[in-house]
């Protein structure tokens, strides 16, 4: 039986691991190389690594140090920042790094979508879509560059067209979530789990294996990501990287899949 994909999600700023709260405010967290050989360790089940400032500021992604982090990596790697063509996204594959997450750049130019999806396979073509909610109303507007630009578009509408254009993954992070560590947005990701066929990937706002077990109770299987989750302990948010072991996943997670597993 599938099973959810419990997901770290470490983001990179000027080579170091930062953590954001509502995609302002980057707090230093320590160096990733380490962090990946902690999670390496725990056995996590995937890993998300993004450089939040490659896309911002124009920059090419940093192979070198992504292929430090795919060489030390024991789980499958997904890495996203500053990628814009076909050829940077097959470049980061033959590093050893198994998929390649787009964000801005598939918004201004969705058929990059399909262009990457011919170069390294639909499977390992993951879209980021950073979203909040409008000031009036309860619809999702899909945001970028760190939350700074709103393309105005509903985060269902895009998700959709992605997976046409050949997204094989979708990643949803509320900005409104993030860092709170107060729950996902569990409408949102249902919505979407119901009408996509490609896996889905949540993010933002878990706290607490409860959240996880509610996004899964919620959508079945899906992937369930989070930040500060892994790498804070306590009220103060001391620097702790951590992971559920098979045990808690069995009981806190998975069991909200109907029968268990």
């Not at 954001?20 to 990946?36: C, E, L, M």
Request: aromatic share 4%; hydrophobic share 45%; with cysteine.
């Amino acid at each position: 039986m599938l099973r959810p994909r419990i997901i770290p999600c470490l983001l990179i700023q000027d080579s170091g691991l930062v953590k954001t709260v509502r995609f302002k405010d980057s707090k230093y967290v320590g160096d990733p190389i380490n962090a990946v050989k902690i999670f390496n360790e725990k056995e996590a089940d995937e890993l998300i690594v993004i450089d939040i400032d490659a896309s911002v500021h124009d920059r090419e992604p940093n192979y070198q140090q992504i292929a430090h982090l795919a060489s030390e990596c024991r789980m499958p790697l997904c890495y996203g920042g500053g990628v814009r063509t076909a050829e940077q996204a097959k470049r980061i594959i033959a590093l050893g790094v198994e998929k390649v997450a787009i964000s801005s750049a598939a918004l201004a130019n969705p058929v990059l979508i399909s262009e990457i999806a011919a170069e390294i396979g639909r499977q390992s073509v993951v879209v980021v879509l950073d979203h909040k909610q409008r000031l009036l109303g309860k619809i999702q507007d899909v945001w970028t560059h760190n939350g700074t630009r709103n393309t105005k578009r509903s985060v269902v509408e895009v998700a959709l067209e992605m997976e046409k254009l050949g997204a094989g993954e979708i990643v949803i992070n509320s900005i409104d979530n993030d860092g709170k560590m107060k729950g996902y947005d569990l409408s949102l990701a249902a919505h979407l789990r119901e009408v996509l066929t490609v896996p889905l990937t949540v993010l933002g706002g878990g706290g607490r294996l409860e959240d996880m077990h509610k996004v899964v109770a919620a959508c079945g299987v899906v992937g369930v990501a989070a930040g500060s989750f892994f790498v804070f302990k306590g009220p103060y948010r001391a620097v702790l990287i951590s992971y559920p072991t098979a045990q808690q996943k069995r009981e806190s997670i998975y069991s909200a899949l109907q029968g268990g597993l």
